[in-house]
């Protein structure tokens, strides 16, 4: 089933490197060498509820306005 907005792609410049210290920090425990090969910084994560996510860490500008109509502006990592 589709969502109500697409799916979101992130810019070639918006991925985050492998050896970026976040990327370091989110595969601190996988196996070493992970964030020293490929263009992107994979990751895989469990819940405690026992889902899972994976995909590739980016770094975007979000944008919330409030109730007052006032913009937020402030920077984000996401998978």
């Known amino acids: 089933m589709e969502g109500a907005n697409a799916l979101y792609k ?42 899972s996510s994976m995909g590739v860490l980016a770094r975007d500008e979000q944008h919330l306005m409030s109730t007052n109509r006032s913009l937020t502006k402030f920077k984000a990592v996401f998978g």
Not at 19 to 41: I, L, M, P, Y
């Open 10 to 51: 992130p810019r070639r410049g918006n991925i985050v490197p492998p050896k970026d210290s976040f990327c370091t920090e989110v595969q601190r425990n996988h196996k070493a060498g992970d964030c020293e090969t490929g263009q992107q910084c994979d990751y895989e994560i469990e819940y405690a509820d026992h889902s």
